[in-house]
T-cell receptor, first 112, second 111 residues
Framework: RKEVEQDPGPFNVPEGATVAFNCTYS??????FFWYRQDCRKEPKLLMS???SGNEDGRFTAQLNRASQYISLLIRDSKLSDSATYLC?????????????FGKGTKLSVKP | NAGVTQTPKFRVLKTGQSMTLLCAQD?????MYWYRQDPGMGLRLIHY???????AKGEVPDGYNVSRLKKQNFLLGLESAAPSQTSVYFC??????????FGPGTRLTVT
């Protein structure tokens, strides 16, 4: 079974901290990579796509290492509103087109 | 533009009862998916559809059936509910097979 493995968490950090999440995936043929955010009792929502060159969106930076099959998400200057579960997601290339494989998520709790 | 909607939001069933969950999207997406999410298990794909009139099995299809008679709708049926089907069910859709947009979920309890 193709897997996406994430840090188990939970991560409890103070406001303003920098926190990093890691993820590894087993399907070396995967072509698309994402981080989703899921708030408690809500649906997952796309936070950002992850590109080979790395990409940044405000306080969030995502990195991809294809050789190691490793994805990371860095959050700088954490806010209370960043508290959520972060899902690492990889497409099931070689399987059925369009299917995504979701990690189990890492819970982040930002404290005042 | 409502995005992806799901009905009902909550449901309690008794073992052996049947029900249908409805997912609707107004984004003209080709691909639609049904997932279940259980504590400690993450999102698991039940069934999916790559277009109107087509369906396929995902990772955990047993005990569920689906239909995609119209492009905008994807129905998930439970013919004879079991307590193991207590879960949160999410529907999702995508246009080209990458970013998926999720509905708000259906919380189902089977007693």
């Amino acid at each position: 079974r193709k897997e996406v493995e994430q840090d188990p968490g939970p991560f409890n950090v103070p406001e303003g901290a920098t926190v990093a999440f890691n993820c590894t995936y087993s399907n070396s043929a995967s072509q698309s990579f994402f981080w989703y955010r899921q708030d408690c009792r809500k649906e997952p929502k796309l936070l950002m796509s992850v590109y080979s060159s790395g990409n940044e969106d405000g306080r969030f930076t995502a990195q991809l290492n294809r050789a190691s099959q490793y994805i990371s998400l860095l959050i700088r200057d954490s806010k209370l509103s960043d508290s959520a579960t972060y899902l690492c997601v990889v497409n099931d290339y070689g399987g059925s087109q369009g299917n995504l494989i979701f990690g189990k998520g890492t819970k982040l709790s930002v404290k005042p | 533009n409502a995005g992806v909607t799901q009905t009902p939001k909550f449901r309690v069933l008794k073992t052996g009862q049947s029900m249908t969950l409805l997912c609707a999207q107004d984004m003209n997406h080709e691909y639609m998916y049904w997932y279940r999410q259980d504590p400690g298990m993450g999102l698991r794909l039940i069934h999916y559809s790559v277009g109107e009139g087509t369906t396929a099995k995902g990772e955990v299809p047993d005990g569920y059936n689906v239909s995609r008679l119209k492009k905008q709708n994807f129905l998930l049926g439970l013919e004879s509910a079991a307590p193991s089907q207590t879960s949160v069910y999410f529907c999702a859709s995508t246009l080209v097979g990458d970013e998926q947009y999720f509905g708000p979920g259906t919380r189902l309890t089977v007693t």
